[in-house]
């Protein structure tokens, strides 16, 4: 078990590019979140995938935002023509079980800044 | 909908004090409580969760928090903290709706203990 990993763990990019952000959950699980977490709040729900299905986004998941699982293991996250309010930590986490009690497994997130 | 209400944002204590950290919660089905701890340049991780049974929960590092029905809380506590101890807590409700799972967090509580 080697955890959720992300990657980068920093992205510095100038407003209006694009940046992907990829994440490797635990191995065995099927579930697969993305959050945003900005200064001072707690971490923002942005979509959820469970295998290769994305069964949920978050109103603040933007046209500009997609997300992807292909085959349900590893996703990325894209921000197309990035704005200065996107700027925020954006945390990866996974999880496994037959129920909503199982826990989240967090990665240590992918710090973006627009400038 | 569902929200998470944490009602302190920083809380300092001195080390060996007790401290109590606030969580109320509104959802209009039944929810998992949980709360998360992220130390500095780290993930969130699992402290304890509340899905069932006594209301009384104990997690890791001496924590504990006790689910109140009625007053749609479910506040942390430790009898005697810890430098080691400092780091940003965030208290979260899991809720399965429209086929999905679905966890909302607080706006975190910084805890600073002091020497």
């Known amino acids: 078990d080697t955890g959720v990993s992300q990657d980068p763990r920093h992205k510095i990019t100038k407003r209006g590019q694009n940046v992907t952000f990829r994440c490797d959950p635990i191995?065995?699980?099927?579930?697969l979140y993305w959050y945003r977490q900005t200064l001072g709040q707690g971490p923002e729900f942005l979509t959820y995938?469970?295998?290769?299905?994305?069964?949920?986004k978050s109103r603040l998941l933007s046209d500009r935002f997609s997300a992807e699982r292909p085959k349900g293991s590893f996703s990325t996250l894209e921000i197309q023509r990035t704005e200065q309010g996107d700027s925020a930590m954006y945390l990866c986490?996974?999880?496994?079980?037959?129920?909503?009690?199982?826990?989240?497994?967090f990665g240590s997130g992918t710090q973006l800044s627009v400038l | 909908a569902q929200s998470v209400t944490q009602l302190d944002s920083q809380v300092p204590v001195f080390e060996e004090a007790p401290v109590e950290l606030r969580c109320n919660y509104s959802?209009?089905?039944?929810?998992?409580l949980f709360w998360y701890v992220q130390y500095p340049n780290q993930g969130l991780q699992l402290l304890l969760k509340?899905?069932?049974?006594?209301?009384l929960v104990k997690g890791i590092n001496g924590f504990e928090a006790e689910f109140n029905k009625s007053q749609t809380s479910f506040h942390l506590r430790k009898p005697s903290v810890h430098i080691s101890d400092t780091a940003e807590y965030f208290c979260?409700?899991?809720?399965?709706?429209?086929?999905?799972?679905?966890?909302?967090f607080g706006t975190g509580t910084r805890l600073k203990v002091l020497a």
């Open positions: 191995s065995e699980h099927n579930r």
């Open positions: 979260a409700v899991s809720e399965y709706s429209s086929g999905t799972y679905k966890y909302i």
């Open positions: 995938f469970q295998n290769e299905a994305q069964l949920e």
């Open positions: 509340y899905l069932s049974g006594s209301t």
């Open positions: 986490a996974s999880s496994s079980g037959q129920a909503t009690n199982e826990k989240l497994f």
């Open positions: 959802s209009s089905v039944s929810v998992y």
